[in-house]
């Protein structure tokens, strides 16, 4: 994620990338024995809260990247709008030369 700010000067966070092909993380491999160890509970229990931790996370990002790509659209269908009316005002004033 990319931090960067808004017109009115607010921070916000930018995925750099679309995170809708992320695949959860295998909880129940060896590389997270400690962590479910940690949480105190049998290992499914673990896997368990491991999962709804990341899936939370990820269908946070998922809707961050959903309002960029509908922010994005409307911020490029403003400049297309913008260089249109420009392009239409510098024939008109060809046109008067």
Not at 38 to 54: C, M, R, V, Y
Not at 67 to 96: G, L
């Amino acid at each position: 994620m990319n931090p960067s700010s808004t017109p009115n000067g607010a921070s916000t966070t930018r995925l750099l990338f679309d995170p809708s092909n992320d695949i959860c993380r295998d909880f129940g491999s060896e590389d997270y024995t400690n962590i479910r160890k940690d949480l105190g509970s049998d290992d499914q229990a673990a896997i368990a809260k491991l999962t709804a931790s990341w899936t939370k996370g990820h269908d946070k990002k998922k809707a961050l990247s959903a309002a960029q790509v509908t922010v994005d659209e409307a911020a490029e269908e403003a400049r297309q709008t913008q260089a249109a009316e420009d392009a239409a005002e510098a024939a008109k004033a060809a046109e008067k030369e």
